[in-house]
Structures are given as structure tokens and as C-alpha cells.
């Protein structure tokens, strides 16, 4: 897939798509938007996106869908932040590389492709765990992750 340099949405793959329509049905872990009142767009994509960078594998989109996840003018500010947040993460030298940031297309494309990580760890979540043991289980890493921290030591 080529990478515009001006995105004007951002993708997901088919099988997200499907995937989303699954967890729409059932309202899996309230990820659902029942007429605009649930989770937006925006914010399932960031929730997906930092699954999937928490497991440091970006996944290419290889059939994306047609109509895209969220279009540009649609995205919210903290989403973009966390996207452009994570991309510079990513780079090696980010003090030397801050005009890397300019390149929204690539941007847009890691968070994507963490994004596409993030909803097979979704539809793994949908498939083995019930909505309560998976908040359970995500209450246990973050009392590790609030631990490794030594916040409490402050």
C-alpha cells in the first residue's frame, strides 16, 4: 500500500472491520459506539494503537478497508498526539530527527500498523477471554507497570 504524504483518514484492515462489527454486536469490554453515544472512532484506534505498540510488533495492513477507520477531519486531538507521540518514540536520534515529524504519512502509517496489532490482540481478547477477565487482567499489569515505576516510593 502506498503511503500518501497527506492522509486523509486512517486505515484498518477488512478484518478489523469485521472484528469491530463483532465487538459492535456484543458491546465486548463497552468498546462499542451505539449511535455515536458509546466509544468514538478515535478513541477505539487509540485503544487498539496502544495495544499494539505495548507489543512492539507493527503489523502491515495488507487488505485495507475501503472507507478507512476515522477521517482526518475527525481525529481528536489526544489521538494524534499519542500517534505522532509514538512516532517519535520510534526514532533513533529524535533531537537530530524532529523534522522526521513533518512526514505525516509516515506517522499516520506506524500508528496504523500498531493500530492493526492491536485489534488481533482485541479479536484474540473476544475470542478466549470474558469482558471481566480482561479488565482483571489489565488491572494486574498495571499495578506491575505502576510498581516497575517506584511511584509509590516518591
Same mark, same amino acid.
Given at each position: 500500500?502506498?503511503?500518501?504524504k497527506?492522509?486523509?483518514?486512517?486505515?484498518?484492515?477488512?478484518?478489523? *472491520?469485521q472484528l469491530? +462489527?463483532?465487538? /459492535? $454486536?456484543?458491546?465486548?469490554?463497552?468498546?462499542?459506539n451505539?449511535g455515536?453515544?458509546?466509544v468514538s472512532?478515535?478513541?477505539i484506534?487509540l485503544? #487498539? &494503537?496502544?495495544?499494539g #505498540? /505495548?507489543?512492539?510488533?507493527p503489523?502491515v495492513?495488507k487488505?485495507p478497508?475501503?472507507g478507512?477507520l476515522?477521517?482526518?477531519k475527525?481525529?481528536?486531538s *489526544?489521538?494524534?498526539?499519542? &500517534?505522532?507521540?509514538q512516532?517519535?518514540?520510534?526514532?533513533? +536520534?529524535p /533531537?537530530?530527527?524532529? +523534522?522526521?515529524?513533518s512526514? *505525516?504519512g509516515e506517522?499516520?502509517k506506524? #500508528?496504523e500498523?500498531?493500530a492493526?496489532t492491536?485489534?488481533?490482540?482485541i479479536?484474540e481478547?473476544?475470542d478466549?477471554?470474558?469482558p471481566?477477565?480482561?479488565l482483571?487482567e489489565?488491572?494486574? $499489569?498495571? +499495578?506491575?507497570?505502576?510498581k $516497575?515505576l517506584n511511584i509509590? *516510593?516518591?
Amino acid at each position: 500500500m502506498e503511503v500518501s504524504k497527506n492522509p486523509d483518514r486512517l486505515n484498518y484492515s477488512t478484518k478489523a *472491520k469485521q472484528l469491530l +462489527d463483532k465487538v /459492535e $454486536e456484543s458491546n465486548y469490554f463497552g468498546l462499542a459506539n451505539r449511535g455515536g453515544a458509546g466509544v468514538s472512532r478515535s478513541e477505539i484506534f487509540l485503544f #487498539a &494503537m496502544a495495544i499494539g #505498540a /505495548e507489543s512492539k510488533s507493527p503489523t502491515v495492513i495488507k487488505n485495507p478497508y475501503a472507507g478507512g477507520l476515522v477521517l482526518e477531519k475527525s481525529i481528536d486531538s *489526544k489521538t494524534k498526539a499519542v &500517534m505522532y507521540a509514538q512516532y517519535i518514540s520510534q526514532l533513533a +536520534d529524535p /533531537e537530530n530527527e524532529l +523534522d522526521e515529524i513533518s512526514k *505525516k504519512g509516515e506517522v499516520y502509517k506506524l #500508528a496504523e500498523q500498531y493500530a492493526n496489532t492491536g485489534f488481533e490482540c482485541i479479536e484474540e481478547y473476544l475470542d478466549k477471554k470474558t469482558p471481566e477477565t480482561l479488565l482483571f487482567e489489565l488491572f494486574v $499489569e498495571l +499495578d506491575e507497570q505502576y510498581k $516497575e515505576l517506584n511511584i509509590d *516510593k516518591a
